[in-house]
């Protein structure tokens, strides 16, 4: 017999408690405390008092007011309930690193909450130190894949140390208009080869390119979300590059949460010492579920005009990574003082001639033929409607000309079919 209430109501069963417990979800993991294992009991007694044990990830979780409300909240507005008392502990570290895991799986399988397109491919250009050319990389690449006729965003995710609007040669401010009352900002534009490269960046909203923008990790989270979710970057869009900020921190962790079928490649240099702390980018890909397409060692040897070849920062760094990730080099591209000179003029060496810019041009198209190659449409429902048209032209023939030889045989008006009886 069921337990009741003094005030005659049901009282909920546990397996009631835990469902309803579904419905209060982390707000630091973004996943239910039941899904991430943090609910250890849930229990009415025969009067209605509840009694529901958490288990934080750490003792002084500073969003434990924000559950503890969520709980109550939601436990005591339940019929037969009488009290709510809630018990806390804490996780081991075991079940801490499974309850992280299960976060980053669930985030990775949700829809993408941003203005780009359908089809349109996510690249995150990151590092895992800065001073490895990663924004040199980032706007290369772009030009590289404008000029193969594509049209790229290019999303500067560095806000702190914005620099992709001197590389790629733009300045003034972002545009916007308003739709539905909401704002939406345009990106600046420049065409390149056959193709188009939209940039939006930090560089467009401050006074100038020397303002220091001292921002904190959720601000400058909340400031990529901008550029994710109230930017036009257009339906056409074939590619978007983000210049990730080096290391792994909350802006890394956000993209990740906003972008989760958001390809990694790794820029690296040759050195031996940025190979090692490359690998912690590899790392937060993987646990974030996204997936590494490659590495690219930049700043590879120096080639003077005598043709002597000089490993100025080392050598195997990106193989080395490469083949410790399990994933493909994707191309190593040598140290030339055009890149910085290109970067600095606003004019990428991607589009003009050398070995540096055959270098970023042999690695976008491995990344656009091979690594992240665009959506086949035409592969897939667009092929399949074609096929059919034509299987069902092919048909409409096949009986068009049975028709045609059944006409040519049939008896004429008012006379006996041919028969062998």
């Known amino acids: 017999m069921p337990p009741v209430a003094t005030n005659r109501q049901p009282v909920p069963t546990s397996e009631d408690l835990v469902a309803l417990l579904r419905g209060v979800v982390d707000p630091e993991l973004g996943s239910d405390i039941v899904d991430l294992g943090m609910v250890r009991r849930a229990i009415a007694d025969p009067a209605g008092a509840v009694v529901v044990t958490i288990a934080l990830t750490t003792s002084g979780c500073p969003l434990r007011a924000q559950i503890q409300r969520d709980i109550r909240a939601r436990i005591g507005s339940v019929p037969g309930v009488t009290d709510v008392r809630i018990e806390w502990t804490e996780m081991t570290q075991a079940e801490k690193s499974s309850a992280m895991a299960k976060a980053r799986w669930n985030i990775s399988q949700r829809d993408e909450q941003t203005s780009l397109g359908p089809s349109t491919r996510v690249v995150m250009i990151a590092s895992g130190k800065g ?5 040199s990389v980032t706007v290369n690449l772009a030009a590289a894949m404008a000029a193969r006729g594509l049209t790229v965003g290019v999303l500067d995710a560095d806000v702190a140390g914005f620099s992709v609007p001197r590389m790629v040669g733009l300045e003034g401010r972002l545009g916007g208009y308003e739709q539905d009352g909401h704002k939406v900002m345009v990106p600046l534009e420049r065409t390149m080869g056959d193709g188009v490269i939209r940039v939006v960046s930090m560089g467009f909203l401050v006074e ?19 550029f994710l979710q109230d930017v036009a970057w257009g339906d056409d869009l074939d590619y978007l590059l983000i210049d990730m900020p080096p290391g792994t921190g909350d802006v890394q962790m956000g993209v990740a949460k906003l972008l989760p079928r958001a390809e990694v490649v790794i820029v690296t240099t040759p050195a031996v010492a940025a190979q090692k702390v490359a690998t912690r980018a590899v790392s937060m890909a993987r646990k974030s579920y996204l997936r590494v397409a490659g590495v690219i060692e930049n700043m590879s040897a120096f080639t003077c005009e005598h ?14 990574l490469a083949a410790d990730a399990g994933i493909p080099l994707l191309g190593q591209v040598p140290l030339e003082p055009s890149v910085s000179a290109g970067g ?40 399949m409607l074609e096929a059919a048209v034509a299987a069902l032209d092919a048909a409409d023939a096949t009986d068009g000309a049975k028709s045609l030889t059944a006409s040519a045989t049939a008896p004429a008006a008012g006379t006996a079919p041919f028969s062998t009886q």
């Not at 656009?368 to 667009?382: D, I």
Request: charged residues 20%; aromatic residues 6%.
């Open 307 to 320: 043709g002597t070849s000089y490993p100025l920062f080392g050598a195997g760094g990106g193989e080395a």
């Open 344 to 383: 600095d003029a606003g004019q990428p060496v991607a589009l003009g001639s050398g070995p540096a810019a055959d270098a970023f041009r042999a690695i976008a198209g491995t990344i656009v033929e091979e690594a992240v190659p665009p959506p086949e449409l035409a592969g897939c429902s667009a092929r």
């Open 208 to 226: 100038d390119e020397e303002t220091a923008l001292m921002w904190r990790g959720l601000m400058l989270n909340r400031g990529v979300q901008h």
């Open 131 to 135: 001073g490895v050319g990663k924004s």
